[in-house]
């Protein structure tokens, strides 16, 4: 059967848990996202948030009913939350947002209480179903019934997470706002630019920063989130542009003249 453990050294190296740890690592359990694009609740309560200190007080925060994932109570410490799901603490009355950032980890993005009421889903297929009743699928595996016929492959919808219902929808087209899921580039936000198609291959897209750099990745790689350079949701601070090493090494140059470390304390002449 399936493994029931995952030792640390295997586990994601963006969850970043520390090699001298411990042998084992969180195995998340069977859920919306997979096992290598997800993160577990007792990394994100005990390791990002620092809610807790060990997994035991993590399994006693999640069992009083006191974390819930897109409006759903978890009491499930391996629940996988994945790619803009939404996870409220109701006693802190606080809303995070799970997005990549540059460097293709999960950040944990603070959010408002308005925008937490819905989340962008990838459309991932559509099908006609039983009885000729029209459905689509998702890419944190809902299925929602009778979607709007305009609404094909690869578009983005926007979930009401309160109603289940579908409220709006964004066309995978040349001129939209995107992000990067999978790959080198994930994490980055950008215009697409052009779809190249390769029939039996992969279509390739290309994408432009809003620095104006260009890269190109797979289709399956890219997810849409806002209508020309709008984006729907609100995005980290470093909005999506990746630097190169040296902007890098110059931006932490600059950051480190701008705050210079404390003057140490002289020592007591004490004889």
């Not at 996202?33 to 809610?51: M, T, W």
């Not at 039983?130 to 689509?136: N, V």
Request: charged share 30%; net charge positive; aromatic share 6%.
């Amino acid at each position: 059967g399936v493994r029931k453990h995952l030792k640390r050294l295997h586990a994601p190296s963006h969850w970043m848990l520390g090699k001298l740890g411990g042998t084992w690592a969180p195995k998340p359990s069977a859920g919306p996202h997979k096992l290598r694009e997800s993160l577990p609740l007792i990394v994100l309560i005990r390791n990002r948030l620092k809610y807790a200190l060990t997994k035991k007080e993590v399994v006693t925060i999640v069992k009083q009913r006191l974390v819930k994932v897109d409006g759903k109570v978890r009491t499930d410490a391996h629940f996988p939350a994945g790619f803009m799901d939404v996870v409220h603490i109701p006693k802190t009355n606080e809303y995070f947002r799970l997005l990549w950032d540059v460097k293709g980890r999960f950040i944990i993005h603070p959010i408002s209480e308005i925008e937490a009421k819905y989340k962008l889903c990838q459309v991932r297929k559509t099908e006609v179903g039983h009885k000729g009743i029209p459905f689509l699928v998702t890419h944190d595996g809902r299925t929602i019934r009778y979607p709007d016929p305009l609404i094909k492959k690869h578009d983005v919808i926007k979930y009401d997470l309160e109603t289940g219902k579908i409220t709006d929808f964004i066309k995978f087209e040349v001129g939209n706002l995107c992000l990067i899921t999978g790959g080198r580039n994930r994490g980055r936000v950008g215009i697409i630019e052009n779809r190249e198609r390769h029939p039996g291959g992969f279509d390739i897209v290309h994408v432009k920063d809003s620095v104006g750099n260009s890269f190109a990745t797979r289709l399956t790689n890219v997810f849409i989130i806002g209508k020309g350079t709008k984006s729907l949701v609100t995005l980290p601070k470093r909005k999506g542009v990746k630097l190169t090493i040296l902007e890098e090494k110059e931006r932490l140059k600059n950051r480190d003249s701008a705050h210079p470390p404390a003057a140490a304390a002289p020592a007591s002449a004490t004889a």
